[in-house]
């Protein structure tokens, strides 16, 4: 690996999200989510994998702290699980509450910065029930948690964001119906769907900083759009570019929908967009989280295809276990993409995962040398360090993840930890990347 030039103080942390490791889903009172439904469905997750017990990390957080206190990581990004903290999404849950409180605080005690992600894709059942993600009122709900939360750990989480890759949960599980809930929704109601989340990010940065918290910020996926043949794809390269780039970003930075939404029959006049939304959406954020994996190529769709591009194979690169197309170039043309679009409007970026799935197992030593997921963190790292250098302001990153956990629909049979799990006894043992990681954090050059 080439000497990194990154700033001094660059932030380097990791990422997890709660259901793909506490499992523990009945214990002290926590409630199903869509995400526990979604799994007791026949057919829906690869092998007919179940979440529970999985990594354990709610019974286990100690171990995964003193891993994270070995890694040497300054910040550790955690998502809340909301049916555990409020069940049913609204009823407190002390115990639930408990848990996070005791986990910020082994955090601090072991000087590592907790970073609070309010959503992760498990909506409560109960709430879903209600209408979910399609009703207005779960957004306002989503800010009386986000309220509650921060009041609870503001004291001592400076940072919080409302949540992840709304792009993922609204695309895969609302119109594509691959994650929970399953749906398969088009036109003004697929349309709700991404609003109201949007709605939900605004009221919830409002609810945060009522509750106490310092930083806010959103985090979502981005993925550079490369037509397959050239000009001839360029219009089903637009029309995924609004869709997986802007959608989710262009009315939070820019307090506008993006242009090019009617190509799904989605159409920013129409009823779930009430006067003042946009205003609320477009509420000032301290930093912008960047998730990024791969780039997506497309090619123009056949005239039966239903949505305005066709995903394909983009030749000529690496492969991951999980099929992605291995590009760190593509890490820096985010980043600088982002600049270039918002300028100005732009807050201070955090890359907020990176990673990949290797299938490497510990050796009979219990040696797991994932000289493959080495060489991926490592070339995303640098080009992370390309795109500061060109004048991209990126404070930091955090890699995916602590854990092999449970990768939604495809269940356990892709692994994207820094660690090895093993899913019959939830033993850990650190792979070659951890110490590759630990070694980069303390200034050792590889
Ligand atoms: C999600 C994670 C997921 C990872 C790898 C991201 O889209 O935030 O939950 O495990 O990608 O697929």
């Not at 954020?285 to 394909?312: Q, T």
């Not at 795109?387 to 629909?409: K, Q």
Request: glycine share 10%; proline share 7%.
């Amino acid at each position: 690996m080439r000497a990194l030039r990154l700033p001094a103080g660059f932030e380097w942390g990791i990422s997890t999200s709660a259901f793909q490791i506490e499992g523990a889903s009945a214990a002290d009172g926590r409630t199903p989510s869509v995400w526990d439904t979604f799994c007791a469905q026949p057919g829906r997750i690869a092998g007919g994998d179940r979440p529970d017990p999985g990594c354990d990390h709610y019974h286990r957080w100690k171990d995964d702290v003193d891993l994270l206190a070995g890694l040497g990581v300054d910040s550790y990004r955690f998502s809340v699980s909301w049916s555990r903290v409020l069940a049913g999404g609204r009823a407190a849950n002390p115990r639930g509450f408990a848990f996070y409180d005791r986990l910020v605080d082994a955090l601090l005690a072991a000087g590592i910065e907790p970073v609070v992600n309010l959503f992760h894709w498990d909506l409560p059942q109960d709430l879903q029930d209600a209408g979910g993600w399609r009703s207005r009122d779960t957004a306002y709900v989503f800010a009386e948690y986000a309220e509650k939360l921060a009041t609870a750990l503001a004291d001592r989480v400076t940072r919080w964001s409302t949540m992840n890759e709304p792009f993922e949960h609204f695309g895969l599980g609302h119109v594509l119906g691959f994650h929970a809930p399953g749906q398969n929704l088009t036109g003004v109601a697929a349309f709700s769907v991404a609003h109201h989340l949007l709605l939900a990010h605004g009221l919830g940065v409002r609810a945060v900083r009522a509750g106490g918290a310092r930083q806010v910020g959103l985090i979502n996926s981005y993925a550079p759009v490369r037509p397959v043949n050239g000009g001839g794809d360029g219009a089903a390269a637009c029309a995924l570019d609004a869709i997986q780039n802007r959608l989710f970003t262009d009315p939070v930075l820019l307090g506008e929908y993006p242009a090019g939404l009617d190509a799904f029959e989605m159409d920013p006049a129409s009823k779930p967009v009430r006067s003042g939304d946009l205003e609320i959406i477009a509420a000032p954020l301290d930093f912008l989280g960047v998730n990024y994996y791969n780039v997506l190529a497309v090619s123009a769709p056949e005239p039966a295809d239903p949505l305005p591009f066709r995903l394909a194979e983009l030749p000529g690169f690496d492969r991951t276990a999980s099929g992605w197309p291995v590009v760190p170039d593509g890490m820096r043309e985010t980043l600088v993409m982002l600049k270039d679009r918002y300028r100005d409007a732009l807050p201070p970026l955090y890359v907020t995962e990176t990673g990949a799935a290797y299938d490497e197992k510990p050796d009979a030593d219990g040696f797991c040398d994932d000289f493959e997921r080495v060489a991926f963190l490592a070339s995303h790292v640098e080009a992370i360090a390309e795109a500061v250098a060109s004048g991209v302001d990126v404070r930091g990153a955090m890699l995916w993840s602590l854990l092999d956990n449970f990768e939604w629909a495809e269940g356990f049979s892709q692994r994207f930890g820094l660690v090895h799990v093993d899913f019959q006894t939830a033993q850990r043992t650190p792979k070659a990347s951890y110490y590759w990681y630990r070694d980069l954090i303390r200034g050792v050059t590889p």
